[in-house]
C-alpha cells in the first residue's frame, strides 16, 4: 500500500511539474517579439528599426533580432522564425512616401499593416513609428487574452441532432411504352355480323410523378383489321364484309401498383367497311368502301401476373358517325357499326 501511494504521488509531481513548465514556456513566448530587418534598408528604416526594438525591450518584450530572408514583407513576417515560437514578428519595410509596419500576429493568426507617412523629422517620425509598435503588440496580446477568455467562458456546444433514419423512397417510374397483341370478337347488334379479327395496341404510360401510385393515364393507337370476313344474309343474295377500325384512345388506369387494374378508356378514329355482295341472275354484283369517323369507348383489367407482362381483357363499343346500310336484292339487309361491340383479349408486354 506505501509503495502504491508513493507512486501515485510521484505521478502527480510530475503531472504538476510538466503543467508549470508548459505554462512558464507559454508566458515566455508570449513575450517574445521577431524583429526583422533589411540588410540593405536606408538610414531612415535602420533608425525606425533600432528606435523599435528599444521601445519593445523597455516595454518588456524579449526582442530576437533576424535578418529578413524574404522580399515580400508578408511572406517574411508570416514565416520567419517559427522555431524561436515568437508572439509576434514586425518588419518595418520602406516606401517612397514613408515606411510600412507589418505585424503578424502568430497566436491570433492575423497580419497587419500599419502605413506610416514621412514627417519633416525624421528623429520624431522614427520615435513615433517605434511607440506605434509597442501600442500595437500591445492590443495584439490584450485581444488574445480576451479572446481566451470567451473561448473559456463560452459553453460547449450542445451535440449535434442525431441523422434521420434512413428511408428507402419507392422509384417513381417514368414513361413506358406497352405494346398489345390479341383476338377480338365483332358483335353488332343486328344478326349476322359477327367477325373475328386482330387487334394491335401500342401505347405510353405517363410518368408516375404526374398522375401519383393510384391512377395511371395511357395514351393508346389501336388497329383492329385484317380479320375474317362477316356474312350478311337475305333472300337470294348474300354480302360479305370486313370492318378496319383505328382510333386514339386515353386509359384511365386505376390501382398501377397491383396485379389486378381495371381501367376505362375513351377515344375517336375511323372507320373503313369493304362491302361484297353475291347473288344470282338477274341480280347485279357489286362492292363498295365506305368511310367513317367513329368514338369508342371501353372499359375492362389488365391482370399482370409479371411486372412486364401481363394478360388484358377489354369491352369496347364503337358508334360510327354516318350510318352503313347495306342492302340485297334492293332491299336494305342491315345496318353496319350502329354499334359495334368489341370484346378483346390478347398480352401487353411492357418496356
Do not use: C
Given at each position: 500500500m506505501k509503495r502504491r501511494g508513493w507512486l501515485r504521488r510521484l505521478a502527480w509531481s510530475y503531472a504538476l511539474g510538466v503543467s508549470l513548465t508548459t505554462s512558464e514556456a507559454l508566458a515566455e513566448y508570449s513575450h517574445r517579439v521577431l524583429l526583422l530587418e533589411r540588410s540593405a534598408?536606408?538610414?531612415?528604416?535602420?533608425?525606425?528599426?533600432?528606435?523599435?526594438?528599444?521601445?519593445?525591450?523597455?516595454?518588456?518584450?524579449?526582442?530576437?533580432?533576424?535578418?529578413?530572408?524574404?522580399?515580400?514583407?508578408?511572406?517574411?513576417?508570416?514565416?520567419?522564425?517559427?522555431?524561436?515560437?515568437?508572439?509576434?514578428?514586425?518588419?518595418?519595410?520602406?516606401e517612397d512616401d514613408g515606411s510600412e509596419l507589418w505585424l503578424a500576429d502568430r497566436m491570433l493568426r492575423k497580419t497587419v499593416v500599419l502605413r506610416l507617412r514621412a514627417g519633416p523629422d525624421r528623429n520624431q517620425e522614427a520615435a513615433r513609428i517605434a511607440v506605434q509598435a509597442v501600442e500595437l503588440v500591445k492590443a495584439r496580446?490584450?485581444?488574445?487574452?480576451?479572446?481566451?477568455?470567451?473561448?473559456?467562458?463560452?459553453?460547449?456546444?450542445?451535440?449535434p441532432p442525431p441523422p434521420p433514419p434512413f428511408v428507402l423512397e419507392p422509384e417513381t417510374r417514368g414513361a413506358r411504352p406497352n405494346l398489345t397483341l390479341g383476338v377480338a370478337l365483332l358483335e353488332s347488334f343486328q344478326r349476322g355480323q359477327n367477325a373475328i379479327s386482330?387487334?394491335?395496341?401500342?401505347?405510353?404510360?405517363?410518368?408516375?410523378?404526374?398522375?401519383?401510385?393510384?391512377?395511371?393515364?395511357?395514351?393508346?393507337?389501336?388497329?383492329?383489321?385484317?380479320?375474317?370476313?362477316?356474312?350478311?344474309?337475305q333472300g337470294p343474295g348474300a354480302a360479305t364484309l370486313r370492318h378496319t377500325a383505328v382510333a386514339l384512345d386515353v386509359v384511365m388506369r386505376f390501382l398501377p401498383q397491383r396485379r389486378l387494374q381495371p381501367f376505362v378508356s375513351l377515344g375517336a378514329g375511323f372507320l373503313a367497311l369493304?362491302?361484297?355482295?353475291?347473288?344470282?341472275?338477274?341480280?347485279?354484283?357489286?362492292?363498295?368502301?365506305?368511310?367513317?369517323?367513329?368514338?369508342?369507348?371501353?372499359?375492362?383489367?389488365?391482370?399482370?401476373?409479371?411486372?412486364?407482362?401481363?394478360?388484358?381483357?377489354?369491352?369496347?363499343?364503337?358508334?360510327?358517325?354516318?350510318?352503313?346500310?347495306?342492302?340485297?336484292?334492293?332491299?336494305?339487309?342491315?345496318?353496319?357499326?350502329?354499334?359495334?361491340?368489341?370484346?378483346?383479349?390478347?398480352?401487353?408486354?411492357?418496356?
Open positions: 534598408s536606408d538610414e531612415a528604416s535602420r533608425e525606425v528599426t533600432t528606435r523599435v526594438r528599444a521601445e519593445l525591450s523597455a516595454a518588456g518584450f524579449d526582442v530576437v533580432v533576424v535578418p529578413a530572408q524574404e522580399t515580400d514583407p508578408q511572406a517574411a513576417v508570416e514565416g520567419a522564425g517559427r522555431e524561436l515560437h515568437p508572439a509576434s514578428v514586425l518588419l518595418v519595410e520602406p496580446l490584450a485581444e488574445l487574452a480576451v479572446t481566451r477568455e470567451n473561448e473559456a467562458a463560452r459553453p460547449p456546444p450542445p451535440p386482330p387487334v394491335i395496341r401500342l401505347g405510353v404510360t405517363l410518368p408516375e410523378r404526374w398522375t401519383g401510385d393510384v391512377l395511371a393515364l395511357d395514351a393508346r393507337g389501336s388497329f383492329v383489321g385484317l380479320g375474317r370476313a362477316a356474312r350478311i344474309e369493304d362491302v361484297a355482295g353475291a347473288a344470282p341472275d338477274p341480280y347485279r354484283n357489286a362492292s363498295a368502301r365506305t368511310f367513317s369517323g367513329l368514338v369508342n369507348a371501353s372499359g375492362g383489367v389488365w391482370l399482370k401476373p409479371l411486372s412486364s407482362l401481363g394478360l388484358v381483357l377489354e369491352a369496347q363499343l364503337l358508334q360510327a358517325w354516318s350510318k352503313t346500310v347495306v342492302r340485297i336484292a334492293g332491299e336494305d339487309a342491315a345496318e353496319v357499326a350502329a354499334p359495334l361491340l368489341v370484346l378483346s383479349g390478347g398480352l401487353m408486354a411492357e418496356f
